[in-house]
C-alpha cells in the first residue's frame, strides 16, 4: 500500500514535469543546499557558542539571530527536500541511506527540542547568570553537531547512490 501510494506521489503530473524539466529541478536542488547551508550555517555557531567558544558573546544575542536563521533553513531544506523525494519516491524510501537520513533528522529534531524546553537552556539565556555552561547544554551541542553533519553526508551520498 506505501509503494502504491509513493509511486502515485512521483507519478503526478507535477512532479514528473519537476523530473523532466532541464532548469526546475536543478533549481529546487540549489534551494535545498541552500536550506542546508543556512540551517547548518546557524547551528553551527550556536553550539560551539554551547560548547564555550565566544563566552564574551552572551548566548542569548546569538540565539534571538540565529535560531530564526535555523528554522527558515530548516523550512526551506524540508520543502526542497520533499520535492526532491518526489521525484523518485518509491526508489528513495526503499534505501536504507534514506531511512537513516530521516531517523538521523528526527533525532537532530528532537535533540534541538528539548534543548529548547530545559530549565539549562532557559538559565543560560538570562545575561546576569554567568555560570559555566552545563554538562548537559555541552552534550546537546556535540550531539546536534554530530547529526547533522552524518544528515548531511547521508544526503550527499544519497546524491551519488540514487
Not at 537532530?108 to 552545563?134: F, G, K, Y
Request: charged share 10%; net charge positive.
Amino acid at each position: 500500500m506505501l509503494f502504491d501510494a509513493l509511486t502515485a506521489l512521483q507519478n503526478l503530473e507535477a512532479v514528473a514535469a519537476l523530473r523532466a524539466s532541464r532548469w526546475v529541478y536543478p533549481l529546487v536542488n540549489a534551494a535545498h543546499i541552500t536550506g542546508l547551508a543556512l540551517l547548518f550555517g546557524a547551528i553551527l555557531p550556536l553550539d560551539l557558542r554551547l560548547l564555550g567558544a565566544w563566552r564574551e558573546v552572551p548566548l542569548h544575542h546569538l540565539a534571538r539571530v540565529l535560531v530564526p536563521a535555523a528554522l527558515a533553513g530548516l523550512a526551506l531544506a524540508a520543502a526542497s527536500g520533499l520535492l526532491l523525494f518526489s521525484v523518485s519516491a518509491a526508489k528513495y524510501a526503499a534505501m536504507p541511506l534514506f531511512l537513516l537520513k530521516l531517523g538521523l533528522i528526527a533525532a537532530a529534531l528532537a535533540n534541538a527540542l528539548m534543548l529548547r524546553r530545559s530549565a539549562d537552556w532557559t538559565l543560560a539565556q538570562i545575561p546576569e547568570v554567568r555560570s559555566d555552561l552545563t554538562f548537559r547544554l555541552k552534550f546537546s551541542a556535540l550531539l546536534s553537531l554530530a547529526l547533522w553533519i552524518f544528515v548531511i553526508l547521508c544526503g550527499r551520498f544519497l546524491a551519488y547512490l540514487a
